[in-house]
Nanobody, 123 residues
Framework: QVQLVESGGGLVQAGGSLRLSCAAS????????MGWFRQAPGKEREFVAA????????FYATSVKGRFTISRDNAKNTVYLQMNRLILEDTAVYFC????????????????WGQGTKVTVSS
């Protein structure tokens, strides 16, 4: 059974940083692309960042490019999202997703999802 477990969310002031982690189990992690999505209250789930199985290619939403960095440690079966210079608009529940089939950019591309971790950015 595949499990993705996110951690690292919390309350942070605007301009601050957080690092999210997503620990995977139940399948061969090193062969899966991984992605981060977020969903703010009343809004649709949106793409944040993605990484290919080896970590050699990364993809970012325009809104986070230059501020967020996705990375992975295949030895630890973990993918990370380093979030710097956080702004109020980054407030959302952040979800980790795995095993994309397609473009990496759409929620429907992914087979597996974590339960989410909440990030709140305050002024």
């Amino acid at each position: 059974q595949v499990q993705l477990v996110e951690s690292g969310g919390g309350l942070v002031q605007a301009g601050g940083s957080l690092r999210l982690s997503c620990a995977a189990s139940g399948r061969t992690f090193s062969t899966d692309g991984m992605g981060w999505f977020r969903q703010a209250p009343g809004k649709e789930r949106e793409f944040v960042a993605a990484i290919n199985p080896s970590g050699s290619s990364t993809f970012y939403a325009t809104s986070v490019k230059g501020r967020f960095t996705i990375s992975r440690d295949n030895a630890k079966n973990t993918v990370y999202l380093q979030m710097n210079r956080l702004i109020l608009e980054d407030t959302a529940v952040y979800f980790c997703a795995g095993d994309p089939d397609g473009s990496y950019l759409h929620p429907g591309d992914y087979a597996f999802w974590g339960q989410g971790t909440k990030v709140t950015v305050s002024s």
